[in-house]
């Protein structure tokens, strides 16, 4: 590589960065799979086995496909709408329902090889796996169990990934991630009566991938992202008055851990012909893990509200996504891709709650590549989401953990939603 080529890789992964930083605070959707714009065209199908860099993502031996050095930024916009409808069992019906809560998010994402010699790769990312962000009217009927929430985080990744031979390559990485969360939930039946809970942190996990290529027509991919404890300290703030001061509340500093999830990629891309490659993928995301996270103050003491424990009963299921698609070699500089896919929430009728109304969705995207000049290439991706209309019933009778027995505020409603998800993606390789 030339010397000014390894600057204009530093400087493309420096680009990344930088965007991330300035970008990522608007993420949204509690996983965020929008980390590939070439990915997308085809709903993901095949993305765990390679065809870009951004691959790496689900699986860092991807890499050992890029000859050379180069770069890759990918933007996408995420445009939701989730309208909640309140129904008979509400305590606070009266309040009403209220229109699209989901703000639209930009989510960016980054990503650097660098080939070392025949057989040794370097690479980064930088990818905002997790958000959240959602707004509610004050006053509506299921205040109390959603005002808004705002959760971000970073994923820095360095990765290596070694070629043992043309059919099979391994690679792994390091994932640093800096997580913030800022929730907002009524208390009682008075308007503007709000307890905020807001923290961050810092926290480690770890990728690991292989890639197996039995044919030059047969590419095999398997990718796995470590679930991450993510350990946040912060605050909790209420409204004055003595039911929310000692010894009945105890606000001011807190600690918390939330387990998010390890995911398992298998990816495959099968080239029938020159022109047409079938791609596949199984995912697997051990939404099991979450749990109830349960809010401590720094003497591991549990933190109160009006003498009730403060914790964030998620108690998911884990969730599955498979998707299947086609891409046309249109000409040697052009690709056309299409894909669906269907992923099984992991948020049931048991557990929703308005701040994550999430349920089964299903992917219908379309996308394109060309190369505008040797080594250059931009992607384009578009994707409708549907979402099965969802139902929330936090009652006494309901079972679902986020009914608080000593404060029985009962909500009762549905939830409409869509998504759609366009992206651009710039891609750059040293020839």
């Keep these: 590589m030339t010397r000014s080529s390894k600057r204009a890789l530093r ?6 960065l930088v965007l991330g930083a300035i970008t990522s605070a608007h993420a949204g959707g509690f996983a965020i799979r929008e980390q590939s714009t070439y990915g997308q065209g085809a709903s993901y199908a095949g993305v765990a086995a390679g ?15 890029m000859p050379g050095a180069g770069f890759e930024l990918s933007a996408s916009g995420i445009l939701p709408h989730a309208a909640n409808t309140p129904a008979a069992g509400s305590t606070l019906a009266g309040f009403g329902g209220t229109g699209n809560v989901i703000d639209d998010v930009f989510v960016p994402s980054g990503y650097g090889s660098w080939q070392l010699d025949p057989q040794f790769w370097l690479g980064l990312s930088l990818n905002v796996p997790f958000g959240l962000s959602v707004n509610f009217p004050d006053p509506w009927a299921g ?37 913030s969360a800022h929730i907002r939930r009524g208390i009682g039946v008075t308007p503007g009566v709000i307890g905020t ?17 039995p044919s030059p027509n047969a590419e095999v991919g398997l990718g796995w992202r470590s ?3 993510q350990h946040i300290d912060g605050t909790l703030t209420l409204p004055p008055g003595a039911l929310f001061s000692p010894p009945f509340s105890t606000p001011g500093a807190l600690k918390a851990t939330i387990d998010l ?24 995301s051990h939404w099991g893990r979450i749990d109830t996270a349960r809010i401590l103050q720094p003497s591991g003491s549990p933190t109160l509200v009006g003498t009730t424990p403060v914790t964030l009963p998620f108690q998911y299921t884990d969730g599955w996504f498979y998707s299947a698609g086609v891409e046309y070699q249109l000409s040697p500089a052009t690709a056309l891709r299409t894909g669906v896919g269907f992923e099984r929430s992991p948020v049931t009728d048991r557990v929703r709650m308005p701040l994550v109304p999430d349920s089964d969705r299903l992917f219908a995207s379309l996308g394109a590549s060309t190369e505008l000049a040797e080594g250059l290439r931009v992607d384009f991706a578009y994707s409708h989401v549907f979402l ?5 019933n936090i009652t006494a009778a309901s079972g679902n953990p986020w009914f608080n027995p000593l404060s029985p505020i009962a909500y009762v409603g549905n939830v409409s939603s869509h998504i759609d998800l366009i992206s651009l993606a710039l891609a750059y390789r040293f020839r």
């Design 51 to 65: 065809g870009s860099l951004s691959s790496m993502f689900w699986n860092p031996a991807t890499m050992t496909q």
């Design 261 to 284: 999830p390890d995911i398992v990629s298998l990816g495959v891309r099968l080239h029938f012909t020159p022109k047409w490659t079938v791609l596949e993928t199984i995912e697997f």
């Design 11 to 16: 400087s493309g992964i420096a680009i990344a």
């Design 143 to 179: 205040r109390n169990y959603g005002e808004s929430s705002n959760l971000r985080s970073y994923d820095i990744e360095p990765t290596v990934a070694f070629k043992l031979n043309d059919m099979l390559s391994f690679g792994a990485g390091v994932q640093v991630q800096h997580a």
């Design 388 to 392: 099965d209309d969802s139902h929330i």
């Design 197 to 213: 809970l807001e923290g961050s942190g810092w926290s480690v996990g770890y990728t690991v991938g292989v890639t197996f290529t």
């Design 227 to 229: 679930g991450i404890d």
